[in-house]
């Protein structure tokens, strides 16, 4: 425990070495969540709707996909950036270090600034809540708190399997790329204005609409047409599984990297 | 088989990687072949806890290969070593406690942040005590001439201090063995002397034990009475430094220079000569040939002006050695 936070520490300390940029960063963060926003904004209040939703109940989607994805990127930047871990030889020292891999390299890069970004997430969650008039039970809490949780499970396991291909071909994460960039901007909007092989894509293959777009659907009270309760039951357990699975591929890349220590 | 004694062995210890040829074609993927490289073959040795082992050899012999198995970087791809009983790459985590690393090109503190700040971190990944840590730190910084130093980030350090800041580093956790890849490499002579001095009573206060690749012949001399010499991925020699050197005769050098030009008879067998910058040099090996007989040979040939016996290379005998053993 005392290893994460002094780690956590060092990476904004590190960071504060170069102050300007230090302090572009982070403003440049807020301003690119915001600017995703104020685009929202812009497109809602020009059309009103987007498919069967209104312009508030996207506004909830976005929310709760702009929360998920930035802490994902707070705990899982290390995991993007891997290649250049392997191209440099610096996994090497990770497995000469007494801690957990993944738990080494999530420290390494983990950066909390970037949950700064969850504010304006959460601040759209916020408004449209109120101005839809949603009645929150602890019950409804929960399930959105897990959504979001299995949420960050999926994309870090997105993450994860960039990771792990790097340990087989250094170039070809551009594909996985589409998963998780994509993913993030593909899924801040409701998953049932896309055509049905995206949906399919990211709900069965990378299920993030699984885990977020079941759930939110049904809290803001206009559940998808193929929705079950059953589904709600699915929601919470489907990333931490994705997650595992995504492990197994991770493992494979190491016990490659360690038969051919290249 | 349980082997409790502090000791590193391994046996039979092999590696052989596969390496796929680039192919034909636009990806390059239709016609690969996939190539054998054998880094390491059947290499079997014993190394007690508080020896100072040195392991030398060409480049591409397999000494990082052997390096990495023993680290737990690598998994063998036949025999086994164990380190005090831990497997390597099985054991991982319980192994690389006890293990401090210098790999000289690799930096293992972090780049931007005061190395106070790399240090302290490290007593966290390693979950040093505090009292533990903050005396062993004062320690290691006064042995190593670090006290100025600590509020400076890594990246401002000279190539010098960096490597004394790295020893720190890697002795933190007072590992029970030490490997070093080439840590004098590029250092003037004087941090060469703190290295070696801060090793030396490491490993005699501690027993830390210390395997240490180089190409450093005042290292080996320096720091090993027992050396290992890898070519073609097997162990060539394991033993005694001195018997080595011994038994790869020195070369000696005797430089002449004579007013007018000297006139050498038939040279005997063993004796070769050559002229450089005005000056004769005589090259014979002490073994097969009486010193006595070539200076009779130098005082005959002229008259005499200077004369100077050069120190054996012994990274020529080393060069020597090498083609010698592995051909």
């Given at each position: 425990m005392r290893y994460i936070f002094h780690a956590v520490r060092m990476n904004l300390r590190a960071a504060a070495q170069y102050r300007a940029s230090f302090l572009m960063q982070s403003v440049a963060q807020l301003v690119m969540t915001g600017c995703d926003l104020i685009a929202l904004l812009v497109l809602i209040d020009r059309f009103r709707h987007m498919g069967r939703w209104e312009g508030t109940e996207v506004m909830f989607f976005f929310?709760?996909?702009?929360?998920?994805?930035?802490?994902?990127?707070?705990?899982?930047?290390?995991?993007?950036?891997?290649?250049?871990?392997?191209?440099?030889?610096?996994?090497?020292?990770?497995?000469l270090r007494p801690r957990p891999l993944l738990l080494q390299l999530s420290l390494n890069a983990c950066d909390p600034r970037r949950v700064g970004?969850?504010?304006?997430?959460?601040?759209?969650?916020?408004?449209?809540?109120?101005?839809?008039?949603?009645?929150?039970t602890p019950g409804r809490l929960l399930l959105l708190a897990l959504s979001i949780a299995g949420t960050v499970?999926?994309?870090?396991?997105?993450?994860?399997?960039?990771?792990?291909?790097?340990?087989?071909?250094?170039?070809?994460?551009?594909?996985?790329?589409?998963?998780?960039?994509?993913?993030?901007?593909?899924?801040q909007y409701p998953a049932d204005i896309y055509p049905a092989p995206l949906q399919l894509l990211f709900t069965w293959v990378a299920p993030i609409v699984l885990c977020l777009h079941y759930p939110v659907s049904w809290l803001v009270g206009k559940p998808m047409a193929d929705f079950s309760p059953f589904l709600l039951w699915l929601c919470p357990v489907a990333g931490p599984a994705f997650?595992?699975?995504?492990?197994?591929?991770?493992?494979?890349?190491?016990?490659?990297?360690?038969?051919?220590?290249? | 088989m349980t082997q409790t004694a502090a000791a590193m062995t391994a046996?039979?210890?092999?590696?052989?990687?596969?390496?796929?040829?680039?192919?034909?074609?636009?990806?390059?993927?239709?016609?690969?072949?996939?190539?054998?490289?054998k880094a390491l073959q059947d290499v079997s040795f014993r190394m007690e806890a508080g020896e100072i082992v040195g392991l030398i050899g060409p480049n591409g012999a397999g000494k990082s290969t052997m390096v990495k198995l023993l680290t737990g970087i690598l998994t063998p791809t036949g025999g086994s070593c164990t380190v005090d009983g831990l497997i390597p790459w099985k054991d991982r985590r319980a192994h690389v406690r006890r293990l401090g690393t210098v790999f000289g090109q690799r930096t293992q503190l972090w780049w931007d942040v005061p190395i106070r700040d790399s240090y302290a971190l490290l007593r966290d990944i390693y979950a040093l005590?505090?009292?533990?840590?903050?005396?062993?730190?004062?320690?290691?910084?006064?042995?190593?001439?670090?006290?100025?130093?600590?509020?400076?980030?890594?990246?401002?350090?000279?190539?010098?201090?960096?490597?004394?800041?790295e020893l720190c580093g890697s002795l933190l956790h007072e590992p029970a063995w030490l490997f070093l890849d080439e840590p004098t490499i590029g250092l003037d002579a004087v941090s060469k002397l703190k290295l070696r001095d801060v090793l030396r009573e490491e490993n005699r206060t501690r027993g830390t034990g210390?395997?240490?690749?180089?190409?450093?012949?005042?290292?080996?001399?320096?720091?090993?009475?027992?050396?290992?010499?890898?070519?073609?991925?097997?162990?060539?020699y394991?033993?005694?430094?001195?018997?080595?050197?011994?038994?790869?005769?020195?070369?000696?050098?005797?430089?002449?220079?004579?007013?007018?030009?000297?006139?050498?008879?038939?040279?005997?067998?063993?004796?070769?000569?050559?002229?450089?910058?005005?000056?004769?040099?005589?090259?014979?090996?002490?073994?097969?040939?009486?010193?006595?007989?070539?200076?009779?040979?130098?005082?005959?040939?002229?008259?005499?002006?200077?004369?100077?016996?050069?120190?054996?290379?012994?990274?020529?005998?080393?060069?020597?050695?090498?083609?010698?053993?592995?051909?």
């Amino acid at each position: 425990m005392r290893y994460i936070f002094h780690a956590v520490r060092m990476n904004l300390r590190a960071a504060a070495q170069y102050r300007a940029s230090f302090l572009m960063q982070s403003v440049a963060q807020l301003v690119m969540t915001g600017c995703d926003l104020i685009a929202l904004l812009v497109l809602i209040d020009r059309f009103r709707h987007m498919g069967r939703w209104e312009g508030t109940e996207v506004m909830f989607f976005f929310g709760a996909m702009q929360i998920a994805f930035a802490l994902t990127e707070c705990f899982g930047r290390g995991l993007t950036t891997f290649s250049s871990v392997i191209r440099k030889g610096n996994f090497d020292t990770l497995l000469l270090r007494p801690r957990p891999l993944l738990l080494q390299l999530s420290l390494n890069a983990c950066d909390p600034r970037r949950v700064g970004t969850v504010a304006v997430g959460a601040a759209a969650l916020i408004v449209s809540s109120l101005r839809l008039g949603l009645v929150w039970t602890p019950g409804r809490l929960l399930l959105l708190a897990l959504s979001i949780a299995g949420t960050v499970c999926t994309m870090a396991a997105l993450f994860l399997l960039e990771a792990a291909f790097c340990f087989f071909s250094v170039q070809s994460v551009e594909l996985i790329n589409m998963l998780t960039y994509g993913g993030r901007q593909v899924c801040q909007y409701p998953a049932d204005i896309y055509p049905a092989p995206l949906q399919l894509l990211f709900t069965w293959v990378a299920p993030i609409v699984l885990c977020l777009h079941y759930p939110v659907s049904w809290l803001v009270g206009k559940p998808m047409a193929d929705f079950s309760p059953f589904l709600l039951w699915l929601c919470p357990v489907a990333g931490p599984a994705f997650f595992a699975l995504m492990t197994l591929a991770w493992r494979a890349g190491v016990r490659r990297y360690r038969g051919t220590g290249s | 088989m349980t082997q409790t004694a502090a000791a590193m062995t391994a046996e039979h210890l092999s590696k052989t990687y596969i390496r796929r040829t680039r192919g034909r074609g636009i990806l390059g993927l239709t016609g690969r072949e996939a190539v054998q490289v054998k880094a390491l073959q059947d290499v079997s040795f014993r190394m007690e806890a508080g020896e100072i082992v040195g392991l030398i050899g060409p480049n591409g012999a397999g000494k990082s290969t052997m390096v990495k198995l023993l680290t737990g970087i690598l998994t063998p791809t036949g025999g086994s070593c164990t380190v005090d009983g831990l497997i390597p790459w099985k054991d991982r985590r319980a192994h690389v406690r006890r293990l401090g690393t210098v790999f000289g090109q690799r930096t293992q503190l972090w780049w931007d942040v005061p190395i106070r700040d790399s240090y302290a971190l490290l007593r966290d990944i390693y979950a040093l005590r505090e009292d533990r840590w903050r005396r062993r730190l004062g320690e290691l910084t006064d042995a190593l001439d670090l006290g100025e130093l600590l509020d400076a980030p890594l990246r401002q350090l000279s190539l010098g201090q960096r490597m004394r800041a790295e020893l720190c580093g890697s002795l933190l956790h007072e590992p029970a063995w030490l490997f070093l890849d080439e840590p004098t490499i590029g250092l003037d002579a004087v941090s060469k002397l703190k290295l070696r001095d801060v090793l030396r009573e490491e490993n005699r206060t501690r027993g830390t034990g210390i395997l240490l690749t180089t190409h450093d012949m005042d290292d080996m001399l320096a720091l090993c009475r027992r050396v290992m010499v890898l070519g073609h991925g097997r162990l060539l020699y394991d033993g005694g430094l001195q018997e080595l050197l011994q038994r790869y005769d020195r070369e000696h050098t005797l430089r002449c220079v004579f007013s007018g030009t000297p006139r050498f008879g038939s040279l005997p067998q063993g004796v070769a000569l050559r002229q450089e910058e005005g000056a004769w040099l005589l090259t014979f090996l002490p073994g097969q040939i009486p010193v006595r007989e070539v200076l009779q040979l130098v005082l005959a040939a002229g008259e005499l002006r200077e004369m100077t016996l050069r120190e054996m290379n012994v990274d020529r005998m080393i060069a020597g050695m090498y083609a010698e053993m592995s051909l």
